[in-house]
Nanobody, 121 residues
Framework: QVQLVESGGGLVQAGGSLRLSCAAS????????MGWYRQAPGKQRELVAV???????NYDDSARGRFTISRDNVKNTMYLQMDSLKPEDTAAYYC???????????????WGQGTQVTVSS
């Protein structure tokens, strides 16, 4: 079994910072691309940032310059450092990872359960 668990969400004032973590565990042979997505009430889930296994990041325009995505391949963990937070960043944040389990034949997308980020004005 493979599991993704997010942590680090919470309530912060506008202009503040939060650091999200996503830890992958279970029968994992290899993790390829990982990413952070978010979903605000009444809206579709949207991409925030992705990072390749080699550490190459890509950001949505809304996150570029304020958020930093990173990963630790030894710990099977991904991070999202969020600075200069705005009320419009309020959403549930989900991590996603393409994982090849031991004994598997293809990379499969897995999702975490989400962590809430609320930014007050």
């Amino acid at each position: 079994q493979v599991q993704l668990v997010e942590s680090g969400g919470g309530l912060v004032q506008a202009g503040g910072s939060l650091r999200l973590s996503c830890a992958a565990s279970g029968s994992i042979f290899r993790i390829n691309t990982m990413g952070w997505y978010r979903q605000a009430p009444g809206k579709q889930r949207e991409l925030v940032a992705v990072i390749s296994r080699s550490g190459n990041p890509n950001y949505d325009d809304s996150a570029r310059g304020r958020f930093t995505i990173s990963r630790d391949n030894v710990k099977n963990t991904m991070y999202l450092q969020m600075d200069s937070l705005k009320p419009e960043d309020t959403a549930a944040y989900y991590c996603n990872a393409y994982i090849l389990p031991y004994g598997g034949s293809a990379f499969t997308p897995y999702w975490g359960q989400g962590t809430q980020v609320t930014v007050s004005s």
